[in-house]
Every structure is written in C-alpha cells, then in structure tokens.
C-alpha cells in the first residue's frame, strides 16, 4: 500500500516538474525581445530630415530613432535602447537620451526638439565596431501608449558621435530590448516547482 502510494507521489511529482520546466523554458523564451527601428535617420536644425543615412549626434543635429511598440504583448520588467558605433572614434564620450511618442513611426522635421529628457548614456572607452553601449528605458516604457516610441540622441556641441542605422550599420542598428513581466499563471506554476525542488534535494531522490 505505501509502496503504491509512493508511486503514485513519484508520478505526481514528475509530472509538476515537467510543468515547472515548460514554466521556465517559457521565461527564458519570453526575456529577449529584440526590436528593430520603424525608420531612423538624421534631423537637421533647418528642418531636413535623412533617413537613408546613418544616426548622427552631432549638435546642432540629432540622430533620432523610432520603433514600434504593438510586438510588446506583456508588462514590462526591463527595457533597453542599444546603440552601437558606425563611425570611430566617437568624439563625445556622453549623449543625451530624449524619448517620445509616435503615431506614425516616421521621422519628420518635428522630431528634431521632441522627447523628454532620459538621462546620459556614458559610452565605454573602449566601444568598438559591431559592440552595443545600453541605455535604460524602462521607467520610461511602461508609461507608453502610442503604436511607436522614439529616441532624440544628442551630442555635445561639435563633438561628433555616429552610429549604426538600418541602411548602414556594422551588425545591426539601434534596437530597442524589452524583456517582458512573466505572466501571474507561469509565476505560479514556478512557485509551486520551487518546493519539489528542496524535496528532491533533501531526500536525494
């Protein structure tokens, strides 16, 4: 009879584990979310806009980016813009993140002062050609509603900072990495793994 009812636990318990598996395997798959720009480009001062070019920060112009937000299914836990260079060295080892919303995921003119201010991404001494400096966007992010979000970089004056886009880029433009809150029932299914986990541990079984 204990014997039965051993097996029959044994069964149970294999088969929780299996659930937390598929539960983890669903977390892992679900923390890389990579977006890629809507367009990108380059606005002047005088209104000029070019997109068929890399992302230039160089004051008075701005490399602006924008990415579509509708790929964002679940909360947001943490949220990324990468950058990486297209143009060596990178003469300001500082820029100005800006953020805004977009209806349109296109750049214009109006682009050029739009987005509230972020912060300072600090470049890393050493960033080289295909290597990605972050940003983080996340507070940011979750309070967004519109169907694109963009991104004014800004250079300090006369300094010169260029980097990737999608018509010239060394590996990938800009993108924008969003790693998503998992959803309360995969919560769950891990929290009630978590237990089996000891029990096996501490019976050795």
């Not at 097996?7 to 659930?19: D, S």
């Not at 937390?20 to 480009?41: C, E, K, R, W, Y």
């Not at 509230?116 to 290597?131: A, M, Q, R």
Request: aromatic letters at 12%; glycine letters at 10%.
């Amino acid at each position: 009879m204990y014997r039965d009812l051993f097996q029959i636990m044994n069964k149970i318990e294999f088969g929780i584990m299996a659930v937390f598996i598929v539960a983890m395997t669903q977390v892992a798959s679900a923390s890389a979310l990579v977006i890629n720009p809507s367009d990108d480009g380059s606005v002047y001062l005088d209104g000029g806009v070019l997109t068929n070019c890399y992302l230039t920060a160089c004051e008075p112009t701005r490399g602006v980016v924008e990415f579509p937000t509708s790929q964002i299914l679940w909360p947001i836990s943490t949220a990324y813009l990468s950058v990486n260079p297209y143009g060596l060295p990178l003469w300001s080892k500082t820029v100005q993140i800006y953020g805004y919303g977009s209806s349109d995921g296109q750049l214009t003119s109006s682009d050029y002062d739009a987005g509230n201010y972020l912060g300072v991404l600090i470049l890393p001494e050493d960033l080289g050609y295909g290597e990605d400096a972050l940003f983080e966007v996340t507070s940011f992010m979750q309070g967004v509603s519109t169907p694109f979000v963009g991104f004014n970089i800004r250079s300090e004056y006369a300094k010169t900072d260029i980097f990737s886009s999608l018509e010239y880029n060394e590996g990938h433009s800009a993108q924008l990495l969003v790693s998503p809150i998992p959803e309360p029932s995969t919560i769950i299914l891990i929290l009630a793994g978590l237990p089996l986990l000891g029990f096996r541990k501490n019976h050795g079984s």
